[in-house]
């Protein structure tokens, strides 16, 4: 009997992991660095707090709408060129044989076998193979807008969240720093995972946005400072 297996890639999350690892970066790091720079102005506890659940709900309706808008246009490039690629397989059926052969005889094929490929495959899902060869569009890569909206709607709140409970947590003194330290913690566990789930180096993974996010937190902190001594 033969088992049947199939292969589990890391291409098929690569689309919701893109939006979730972004959402999440940016709800915390943002948020974070906008508690700090009303915190190192003097604002007030209530201040601060209020300030952050603003930044939440802007941030998050903001990736929402930027996210959709670059997904759909991305989508709609992909449906006109299929659009583009169905009237041409209607107008032209032997040529896009012809067509897709020679995609596959710079693949490294032989002119025959390219032929007897390009024939069987377009008498199964004429469009999709030339969809995935010639235009490399497939349905695991595909654009999801809606999807891709959502996912970093919510990835950014629920990374926003982190240095929120931080603020509600800190005492007004202490709020620098343990808002500093906790956002910090986050960046770098999420910089890890990311990594992780993506194949790539964990330390890495987790330096580079520790890096980056102490330098924006820092800044937004020394804007903040500066404003609230004059």
Known sequence: ?????????RTDRIGW?????LGANDGILSTASLVLGVAAAHGTHASVMVAGIAGLVAGAMSMAA???????????SEEAALDMERAELA???????KELAAIYVQRGLDAALAKQVAEQLMAHDALGAHARDELGISETLGA????????????????AAMP?????????????PV?????????????????RVGGADMTKGALRVTFWGALAMGLTAGVGALFGTA
């Open 66 to 76: 930027g996210e959709y808008v670059s997904v759909r246009s991305q989508a709609d």
């Open 17 to 21: 992991l893109r939006a979730a690892v």
């Open 164 to 176: 929120l409970l931080a603020v509600a947590m800190a005492a007004e003194s202490s709020m620098i």
């Open 144 to 159: 999801r807008p809606i999807q891709a909206a959502f996912t970093s709607a919510a990835s950014f709140a629920v990374g």
């Open 1 to 9: 009997m033969t088992v049947r297996h199939r292969e589990r890639h």
């Open 179 to 195: 808002v500093s330290g906790i956002s910090l913690v986050f960046l770098a566990l999420l910089g890890g995972l990311a990594a």
């Open 91 to 97: 107008a032209d059926d032997k040529a896009e044989h």
